[in-house]
């Protein structure tokens, strides 16, 4: 009846609901209505440099090749044109032989690796990852119940020594890893750290899950092959290695357009639980994609982007080096879309990232505070920035900003 108060919802939640929370980028994004606010916070591609003309070329090229394809329902593992031209673009990053029927499509990667938390991850299951690592893998496997072990990480990515003897303490069900421009690190690990990660995997016979969406988005020197062109000189690797790639880096975050390369067993039943979870990944979505990559729209479009992030990633670090000195300390970045830096308190400094990043906002420049991309004993003292949706002019006035909020200025 009007007039009545509603009564509150009462139904319990799920208890796997008890031990993940809000992310807490999302959160920081709810401040940054301020006007003339400068945010280094998202961790997202420039929207300016998006290939437009190109994908929608190939959005009409989609339509008027096959109509009732593009806008049908479609087969779970992905429609087989993009399976196809997947497995041609990651031949030519070194994939030797890869075929279609050995990857699927997904929305974006960031559901394959849910699928790979939801195929592998029991309640208790002790998972490594990163420290730090991108945060939303962390929720989504503790999502599933996962206990969570950091695995250090230096310039070079995660510490294969140290990897070592976290395997052999904790036998993990898999072992997650970025090795290339990783978020939040930035790190790229050297190509004789990747061989020797891959002949730990199997030696250890434990599963390791390559996550790669910025690879392609190097500044100068092409990084090391990845883990999955690097498997055919290990013997074995294949089958104990899971790779997840995605185009929204590279191409548009909006189509969500992903893929996972994985062993048969594990990409069945990944394909069994995504039928549960959406039936397919958008048809259209996927045709346009195909057609994008097959009019050999990508490596245009990537010669067009990578200068600018370079760009604007050594105007970042030379203003951060001249405007905060010694009370910051980071490695310049190879590729990506972060800086990730520590402040070491120099100077009397501020040298806490969440107590910076409060201040920070009101002097009108936002961050990413690095605390929460530990999944343990998270270093208070770091934090995250993007340089990848800021023009280099208000990346210099921004950094006087922090550098103002940092001493309180």
Excluded at 3 to 12: E, L, R, S, V
Excluded at 47 to 68: R, T
């Amino acid at each position: 009846m009007p007039g009545m108060d509603t009564p509150a919802f009462n139904t319990p939640f799920a208890s796997r609901l008890d031990h993940v929370e809000t992310s807490a980028i999302r959160e920081l994004f709810k401040l940054l209505g301020k006007p003339g606010i400068i945010s280094f916070a998202g961790g997202f591609p420039d929207a300016a440099l998006f290939d437009v003309a190109g994908i929608q070329a190939a959005a009409n090229a989609a339509l008027a090749a096959d109509p009732g394809a593009a806008l049908q329902y479609g087969a779970t593992e992905g429609f087989n044109p993009l399976r196809e031209q997947l497995a041609r673009f990651m031949q030519a990053k070194g994939v030797a032989g890869l075929t279609a029927e050995e990857l699927i499509v997904t929305t974006g990667s960031q559901q394959a690796l849910d699928l790979v938390g939801k195929t592998l991850i029991s309640p208790g299951d002790k998972v490594i990852v990163e420290g730090p690592t991108f945060l939303a893998t962390i929720q989504a496997f503790r999502l599933y119940g996962a206990q969570l072990i950091a695995a250090p990480v230096d310039a070079g990515g995660c510490n294969v020594d140290a990897l070592e003897e976290l395997i052999a303490q904790h036998q993990p069900k898999f072992v997650y890893v970025i090795p290339t421009f990783g978020n939040p690190s930035g790190a790229l690990m050297p190509i004789e750290r990747r061989r020797q990660l891959l002949q730990l995997a199997v030696r250890t016979r434990t599963l390791i899950v390559e996550d790669d969406p910025y690879g392609d988005l190097y500044f100068a020197a092409e990084p090391p092959p990845s883990l999955l062109a690097l498997a055919a000189e290990v013997p074995g690797a294949r089958q104990v290695l899971a790779h997840c790639g995605s185009l929204s880096k590279v191409l548009s975050p909006g189509l969500r357009v992903g893929w996972m390369v994985a062993p048969p067993a594990l990409l069945g039943k990944a394909t069994m639980c995504k039928q549960f979870s959406d039936a397919h990944t958008s048809t259209f979505a996927q045709a346009t994609a195909a057609q994008y990559l097959a009019a050999g729209g990508m490596g245009p479009a990537l010669q067009r982007v990578r200068p600018v992030y370079a760009q604007r990633a050594a105007v970042m670090g030379a203003a951060l080096k001249r405007e905060l000195g010694d009370a910051i300390e980071f490695v310049a970045p190879q590729g990506g879309l972060f800086i990730w830096a520590r402040l070491t308190g120099a100077g009397g400094a501020l040298a806490d990232g969440a107590a910076l990043a409060k201040r920070a906002i009101d002097a009108g420049v936002a961050f990413v505070p690095g605390a929460p991309f530990y999944c343990a004993n998270p270093d208070p003292a770091t934090l995250r920035l993007s340089f990848a949706t800021v023009a280099t002019d208000k990346i210099e006035e921004g950094v006087t900003r922090l550098s103002r909020a940092l001493r309180g200025a």
